[in-house]
């Protein structure tokens, strides 16, 4: 089964902190998503990437940026954590470079900033 | 841009019923549909997807249909049970989207005993 692991499932942090949210999946898929998911808005395209160190922004990137270093592993930082910024957020992987592939999720990670 | 429309927002049956969930989307160049499952708290499971020369596929209890000509997919659910209960996203890959997904707000199902 397609595993996609965030590290931490719960996190609260203070309101100008740096975050780092890791995701990482063990079924060697080239694309990678990060998503938000608010009450009533739904889930919104923060970023993807489609290879190693390739990024390309979704719908609100603005106060997000990315890293992909490693085939396995996404990274999503908030370079200074604000209010607006609660909110869970989903990491998604799916195969293939065409637009076929199918999409699996993590478990999300709830990030409460104060 | 891509919109995704799922009605109703809000379902409750009780068990053993057959129900169907709508979702509906603006542009019909899309490459695939995605029906997934949402557990309160959790992350998404997916549950069928559907490729765009494809009409309809089947899991078990579920099956899920595409008519990219009207912009409309089906999830059909054959004698619910209470551990259905959940919400229950669609997303459509295509159109200016490229990758990514474009998600409905769901369909939250409450099946009673």
């Known amino acids: 089964d397609v595993k996609v692991t965030q590290s931490s499932r719960y996190l609260v942090k203070r309101t100008g902190e740096k975050v780092f949210l890791e995701c990482v999946q063990d079924?060697?898929?080239?694309?990678m998503f990060w998503y938000r998911q608010d009450p009533g808005l739904g889930l919104r395209l923060i970023y993807f990437s489609y290879d190693v160190k390739m990024k390309e922004k979704g719908d609100i990137p603005e106060g997000y940026s990315v890293s992909r270093e490693k085939k396995e592993r996404f990274s999503l930082i908030l370079e200074s954590a604000s209010t607006n910024q609660t909110s869970m957020y989903l990491c998604?992987?799916?195969f293939g470079t065409g637009n076929t592939g199918e999409l699996f999720f993590g478990e999300g990670s709830r990030l409460t900033v104060l | 841009k891509q919109e995704v429309t799922q009605i109703p927002a809000a379902l409750s049956v009780p068990e053993g019923e057959n129900l169907v969930l709508n979702c509906s989307f603006t542009?019909?160049?899309?490459?695939?549909l995605q029906w997934f499952r949402q557990d309160p708290g959790k992350g998404l499971t997916s549950l069928l997807l559907i490729q765009s020369s494809q009409r309809e596929q089947t899991s078990g209890r579920l099956n899920a249909s595409l008519d990219k000509s009207s912009g409309r997919s089906t999830l059909y659910i054959a004698a619910s049970q209470p551990g259905d209960s959940a919400t229950y996203l669609c997303a459509v890959r295509g159109g200016d989207s490229g990758y990514a997904l474009n998600f409905g707000k769901g369909t939250s199902l409450l099946v009673t005993p």
């Open positions: 079924m060697d898929h080239e694309n």
């Open positions: 998604a992987s799916s």
């Open positions: 542009d019909s160049a899309i490459y695939n």
